[in-house]
């Protein structure tokens, strides 16, 4: 069984760390049976206390790092790697445990830890909006894109703060066992089974002014109807808005254009068809909109880097 590691550092953030443990523990195959084994440790095995006034007690010491296939690590105040961009002792001769070949994810400011263990140097990763600009005094060669919910370098992988840990996790269960397998972690947690990792961060923008609803409503309706020719006049008629008023407020409250977004979506709907279903790749085009198999290949290939056969066989043989 893959057997998972969460290192928790302290001053742990409790919510990242409860992320791992409750979406890889969620993981069941087809017959019900766990997909991964989960466990906590800390350095030492001593208790960790969190950022949010409790403490938590581990299961094991860093000698669980050694035995680990994936190791994660959730979002820390520790003052080494947050302020100094060194490691302490204890946390470098931990991470030093790790065995080559592990995959390796931080989630929130978790990625200041990967940092500081040089594990980033000269690769992309991402962290939490609000500390980037600390992030790069620190650590300049690490090439960081905040504007991202999670990335996904292989055997590095890094995610945004709080909530974008469940979307890197999930992420992870889809990479590893299929689409299927991460829709039923995602529905026993109660939250949306995929946002891509190029959805932007919800960071603080000047929202226009102005009454009336927000995008919400027209971007659920157009999920509903990806498979028609959706123009940005049809959105904003949707939602009774002017073309320039509706742009302006979806762009707002998303992050990037309707035009970006409803690539995205399409493409993860290609995605999920092409994992869940036999339909040949015209038919799978015209299902989420991409009108042509040349369109979805161009598409997919830069989401994934892979031609639709290539991505079919790939998952349907997990």
């Given amino acids: 069984m893959h057997r ?4 928790a550092l302290a001053p742990v953030v ?8 409750q979406v890889f523990g969620a993981a069941r195959d087809d017959a019900g049976a766990p997909l991964y084994e989960v466990l906590v440790c800390s350095p030492d095995g001593a208790p960790v206390p969190t950022s949010s006034g409790y403490a ?8 669980a790092l050694a035995e680990a296939d994936t190791v994660v690590v959730p979002g820390t105040r520790t003052p080494g790697a947050r302020c100094t961009g060194a490691l302490a002792p204890r946390e470098a001769a931990a991470l030093a445990l790790v065995r080559p070949g592990a995959r390796v994810v931080s989630i929130c400011t978790g990625a200041f830890v990967l940092a500081a263990a040089g594990l980033l140097d000269g690769r992309p990763a991402t962290t939490h909006w609000d500390h980037a600009a600390a992030f790069r005094r620190l650590y300049p060669a690490v090439h960081l894109d905040e504007d991202r919910l999670f990335v996904d370098d292989g055997d590095v992988l890094t995610s945004a703060g709080l909530a974008a840990g469940l979307d890197l996790c999930l992420h992870v269960v889809r990479r590893d066992h299929g689409s299927a397998a991460a ?14 990792g190029g959805q932007s961060q919800f960071i603080e923008r000047h929202v226009p002014a102005g009454g009336g609803a ?3 409503p027209t971007r659920a309706w157009a999920l509903e109807h990806l498979a028609e020719p959706l123009t940005l006049a049809d959105l904003a008629a949707h939602a009774t808005l002017s073309v320039r008023t509706f742009t302006r407020r979806f762009r707002a409250e998303t992050g990037t254009s309707p035009a970006h977004w409803l690539v995205q979506q399409r493409v993860e709907r290609a995605r999920h068809l092409l994992e869940t279903t036999a339909l040949g790749v015209e038919e799978v085009a015209a299902a989420c ?12 290939a830069g989401v994934v880097g892979l031609a639709p056969s290539a991505y079919r066989r790939a998952f349907r043989q997990r």
């Fill in 289 to 300: 909109g991409l009108g042509s198999a040349a369109a979805l290949r161009h598409h997919l």
């Fill in 214 to 216: 927000g995008t919400g």
């Fill in 14 to 21: 409790g919510f990242d760390l409860t992320i791992p443990p």
């Fill in 183 to 196: 829709n039923r972690v995602a529905r026993q947690c109660v939250v949306a089974p995929v946002r891509p």
């Fill in 56 to 63: 938590v007690l581990p299961q094991a010491d860093g000698s």
């Fill in 4 to 7: 998972v590691a969460v290192l």
